[in-house]
């Protein structure tokens, strides 16, 4: 029986305008009635996650800034993990000579060394603006604590970033394409997938007791967890490769969690009887 459903925010739950729809709330109202507890996964900072959750009235566990953090439905934080402030000084000077928005993340905060038009038109999806950090190298060889950097620019360009640095730093780092246009770094091992481990643990959940929706290639760790992964229809074709079924939406996801439960609770019951 899937007792807790894991959730993406951006592609996923949230619209291009970085609200929850109306078929999404009901959706997500059945979820709380079936007594099926809710976690938010994403890249974003807990803040924000929180915010969301204000703005849909739900309560829920969160796995924050794609797995360094993890608080507990009521606030508790069970989980932070941050850059070797070496290695995060390593990656800054790699990454620093291309011509991408880089913005630097911590637990609360997403700072950045200088605005310009790009980094505008990045800050319009963001719920929180930049906070600007001019001396960031000096702030990073004093090792000022960080969980991940965000680049954002052309898809050529962020992969050519990803094989630079998987050829320098290979053994150290997580890095994926969180969005077509954004490239995520993150310490080796924090990813959705291992904090949610942490998180079941926590709750006595069995990997197969929880469902999983997303869209891109930072959900990819999540899905492999549990055989019961929701990928959007809108996902690239390898994120959807590995998930388990595709969907148009998250209530339509929500949809097959609940037949799946009634079923099994069907077949419970009918085992039950013989």
């Known amino acids: 029986m899937i007792k807790l459903i ?27 009635d079936a007594g099926i507890l809710l976690c938010l996964a994403s890249g974003r900072m807990n803040s924000e996650m929180q915010r969301v959750l204000q703005d849909i009235n739900h ?6 800034q794609n797995g360094a953090f993890i608080h507990l439905m009521d606030g508790a934080l069970l989980q932070a993990k941050l850059f070797d402030p070496s290695i ?12 991408v928005v880089k913005f630097i993340c911590s637990g609360s905060a ?11 038109e990045i800050q319009k999806r963001m719920f929180e603006p930049f906070i600007v950090k001019s001396e960031m190298e000096q702030s990073l060889k004093d090792a000022f604590p960080i969980c991940k950097f965000s680049l954002f620019g052309q898809e050529e360009d962020l ?21 077509t246009d954004c490239l995520d770094i993150m310490p080796q091992q924090v990813s959705k997938g ?31 967890i549990t055989p019961h992964s929701f990928a959007m229809h809108t996902a690239h074709s390898d994120v959807k490769k590995v998930a388990a079924n595709t969907v148009n939406s998250v209530s339509e996801a929500i949809a097959h969690v609940l037949a799946y439960n009634e079923k099994f609770t ?9």
């Not at 069907?266 to 013989?274: H, N, P, V």
């Open 194 to 224: 291992s904090s949610l481990l942490t998180l079941l643990a926590h709750l006595g959940l069995k990997p197969e007791e929880i469902a999983c929706f997303g869209d891109s290639f930072n959900d990819v760790s999540m899905f492999g």
């Open 266 to 274: 069907t077949e419970r019951k009918g085992s039950a009887a013989l």
């Open 159 to 179: 992969l050519e970033i990803k094989s630079l640095l998987e050829k320098d730093l290979c053994d150290q780092l997580d890095i994926y394409m969180a969005d």
């Open 59 to 64: 309560q829920a566990h969160s796995v924050s």
């Open 110 to 120: 997403n700072y950045i060394e200088r605005l310009s038009p790009a980094s505008d």
């Open 88 to 99: 995060a000084h390593r990656v800054y000077q790699l990454i620093q000579s291309f011509d």
């Open 6 to 32: 894991v959730s993406d925010l951006d592609g996923t739950l949230l619209d291009h305008h970085k609200k929850v729809t109306e078929r999404e709330l009901k959706a997500l109202q059945q979820v709380r």
